[in-house]
């Protein structure tokens, strides 16, 4: 089974049925129906045209649904404008359906968690590790949402801000291991900067490209991360960098200064620097400065603890990480790395297996597990 093929067309797919006239919510449930019904059956016997089958049984699925449904009897009339067998129509509504997720009647975070899940092709479990709330919370929510725009007729599509915030995360979780889904959100992002003149659009693509320039180097041949300051600088793709920086200038210039060319700001001078050793810390933590003033974000603040570290020293780091909460995501990791630096090998070990307690994915917490090792080797070598 394709899996891979099987996410590719479901925005199509469930763009269609939009089109159609199928509310969202049911359009989903059926095209998750229709999909189902494709693993149990395309193993044996897979169609020539893939897209046309999941648009023809995901039809029927919901107009199946519509019959049961009474109050929604009206829409039986609908049964005569089955798409007839063939090829479906090639038409990339993904961008689009983006948008449509980013509904005036629901609040930025439901919209975004609405848009992660039914378009974006990310787990529940996913999203809340993105939004940092339990998985059952944001089940809730996405239910919630669902409800919320159940029978409602898309002509008001969402706000610029929320699309970027989906693009951006669906962005973090392919540059955290799915390759595919990171060029998918640079393809939908590029669709998006060529339609609208905005600077925080150009601002995350750039973003994305300076971070997704660094993908080769970001793992060695056996799989394990490797960190930022130890890769191999001649993997970067240069071609990508110097887009992503040009991008970024001719957005800077316009004075319209937010969160995603800030962030892409402290990504092009890493990009820039020849060695890690030649890194300017200290404008990047002026970036980290004007970064926390846009988003006010805990997780900004612990990566500028980071910058700090480097910039001023590991104590004035750790100074930083003090004030803030001890249960921040990967806030032991960066406890960790700072006592490293500042010669308390005994207690970053310890921190180190801490935090590989606590990774949220399988090459995060080796690696971490690694680096306790390591310095556990020292200490018995001392």
């Known amino acids: 089974m394709d899996e891979a093929l099987l996410r590719s067309l479901t925005p199509s797919v469930l763009g269609i049925l939009v089109r159609r006239g199928a509310d969202f919510a049911a359009a989903e449930d059926a095209v998750q129906d229709a ?3 494709a693993v149990r059956v395309w193993p044996d016997d897979q169609p020539r045209d893939p897209k046309a089958w999941l648009v023809t049984v995901a039809w029927r699925r919901f107009l199946d649904a519509t019959r049961a449904d009474t109050a929604r009897r009206r829409r039986e009339d609908l049964v005569d404008e089955e798409p007839a067998p063939g090829p479906a129509p090639a038409v990339d509504d993904t961008l689009q359906l983006y948008f449509l997720c ?7 975070s439901s919209a975004v968690a609405l848009t992660l899940r039914a378009v974006g092709g990310l787990t529940t479990r996913q999203i809340a590790q993105a939004y940092l709330v339990p998985e059952a919370t944001m ?3 996405i239910s919630r949402a669902k409800r919320t725009i159940s029978g409602i007729r898309f002509d008001r599509p969402g706000d610029v801000a929320t699309v970027l915030r989906v693009l951006y995360l669906v962005f973090n979780e392919g540059y955290s291991g799915d390759v595919d889904l990171a060029a998918e959100a640079i393809r939908l992002t ?3 900067a060529a339609a609208i003149d905005h600077p925080e659009v150009a601002g995350l ?7 997704h320039a660094r993908r080769a180097a970001r793992t060695a041949p056996d799989g394990s991360l490797v960190p930022l300051a130890e890769q191999d600088r001649s993997r970067w793709d240069t071609e990508s960098i110097a887009e992503g920086v040009e991008i970024l200038q001719a957005a800077l210039a316009r004075d319209r ?3 995603f060319q800030a962030q892409a700001a402290i990504a092009a001078l890493h990009a820039d620097a020849p060695t890690a050793e030649e890194t300017d810390w200290v404008q990047i933590v002026e970036w980290y400065d004007e970064l926390a003033r846009l988003t006010d974000s805990p997780v900004v603040l612990l990566n500028r603890a980071v910058a700090v570290g480097e910039a001023d020293g590991p104590r004035a780091g750790l100074a930083a990480l ?5 249960t921040l995501p990967r806030h032991t990791a960066v406890a960790a790395y700072l006592h490293e630096r500042d010669g308390d090998l005994t207690t970053a070990a310890r921190l180190y297996a801490e935090a590989a307690q606590k990774a949220p994915n399988l090459a995060e917490r080796d690696h971490l597990t690694r680096q306790a090792a390591r310095l556990n080797a020292l200490g018995t070598r001392r």
């Open 190 to 192: 590029r669709q998006l």
């Open 322 to 326: 003090a004030a803030l909460d001890d």
């Open 35 to 37: 999909l189902v019904e």
């Open 257 to 259: 200064l937010g969160e």
């Open 205 to 211: 693509l750039a973003l994305m490209l300076l971070h």
């Open 139 to 141: 089940a809730q929510r």
């Open 102 to 108: 980013a509904h005036p009647s629901l609040t930025p």
